[in-house]
């Protein structure tokens, strides 16, 4: 595991920002993960990957031959959000492929569990996702077998929608949880995190924050970047 995400008790609370390469520029997708890798600085941490099928959501973006792609040409671990019908069946593919993070979301997933083992033997982090209508405390047994529990705060399938401030009561009965010892997981925040919202979802408890337009939408991402983390720094308490 990663130095920079503990989980559980006595975890170090440093934030972890994963810019959202579907808001970039999708003709230029390796020049948009160098920007926000950061060089000789430190960058972003993990680089968001919304893969979407057209039918569990309405919308179409990555798939499986850009995530190849792109594993042999950024450094930044790949964090794949599989918005996709049937992840029992394609989701051990992306952690193949090079994903660090493969999630697939509850509501479409038939076998959770077995998927979550799946994904370790094949080398990535496994994360369960929850849309917003779905309740987080009825599935918190099968949240003990993933690595991480990403946090919907908009409803999936498209970029620069609204934060919805009512999801964080999951991220703050999830981090009660892994504070008392009772789950193992990394909390992340994915849908209209930016400088006005992040601060919220680090209160809140969370670790990792998914921003696609506060970053990519600005002249100067790699700034964005930094600014998104001295942020959710400053509701940890820390300098």
Same mark, same amino acid.
């Given at each position: 595991?990663?130095?920079?995400?503990?989980?559980?008790?006595?975890?170090?609370?440093?934030?972890?920002?994963?810019?959202?390469?579907?808001?970039?520029?999708?003709?230029?997708?390796?020049?948009?993960?160098?920007?926000?890798?950061?060089?000789?600085?430190?960058?972003?941490?993990?680089?968001?990957?919304?893969?979407?099928?057209?039918?569990?959501?309405?919308?179409?973006?990555?798939?499986?031959?850009?995530?190849?792609?792109?594993?042999?040409? +950024?450094?930044?671990?790949?964090?794949?959000?599989?918005?996709?019908?049937?992840?029992?069946?394609?989701?051990?593919?992306?952690?193949?492929?090079?994903?660090?993070?493969?999630?697939?979301?509850?509501?479409?997933?038939?076998?959770?569990?077995?998927?979550?083992?799946?994904?370790?033997?094949?080398?990535?982090?496994?994360?369960?996702?929850?849309?917003?209508?779905?309740?987080?405390?009825?599935?918190?047994?099968?949240?003990?077998?993933?690595?991480?529990?990403?946090?919907?705060?908009?409803?999936?399938?498209?970029?620069?929608?609204?934060?919805?401030?009512?999801?964080?009561?999951?991220?703050? +009965?999830?981090?009660?949880?892994?504070?008392?010892?009772?789950?193992?997981?990394?909390?992340?925040?994915?849908?209209?995190?930016?400088?006005? +919202?992040?601060?919220?979802?680090?209160?809140?408890?969370?670790?990792?924050?998914?921003?696609?337009?506060?970053?990519?939408?600005?002249?100067?991402?790699?700034?964005?970047?930094?600014?998104?983390?001295?942020?959710?720094?400053?509701?940890?308490?820390?300098?």
């Amino acid at each position: 595991m990663d130095p920079d995400v503990r989980t559980g008790p006595g975890r170090r609370r440093e934030p972890l920002i994963a810019p959202s390469l579907a808001s970039g520029d999708l003709a230029r997708l390796a020049d948009e993960a160098r920007i926000v890798a950061g060089g000789s600085d430190r960058g972003a941490d993990w680089l968001h990957i919304d893969v979407m099928d057209g039918h569990f959501v309405p919308n179409l973006t990555f798939g499986l031959p850009v995530v190849r792609s792109l594993a042999r040409h +950024t450094p930044l671990p790949l964090d794949c959000h599989l918005m996709i019908e049937d992840p029992d069946r394609w989701a051990v593919d992306y952690a193949e492929a090079g994903a660090y993070n493969v999630s697939v979301h509850i509501e479409a997933t038939r076998d959770p569990i077995a998927l979550a083992g799946r994904l370790r033997a094949a080398g990535a982090r496994a994360g369960l996702a929850f849309a917003p209508q779905t309740p987080l405390e009825p599935h918190l047994g099968t949240l003990a077998h993933f690595g991480t529990l990403l946090v919907m705060s908009v409803p999936p399938g498209f970029n620069g929608q609204r934060f919805i401030p009512e999801m964080l009561h999951k991220v703050r +009965t999830a981090r009660r949880l892994v504070d008392a010892g009772e789950l193992d997981l990394l909390i992340e925040v994915d849908g209209g995190v930016n400088l006005d +919202t992040i601060g919220a979802a680090a209160t809140a408890g969370a670790d990792c924050f998914v921003a696609g337009t506060a970053v990519y939408g600005t002249d100067d991402p790699a700034r964005a970047v930094r600014l998104l983390r001295e942020k959710a720094r400053a509701a940890y308490g820390r300098p």
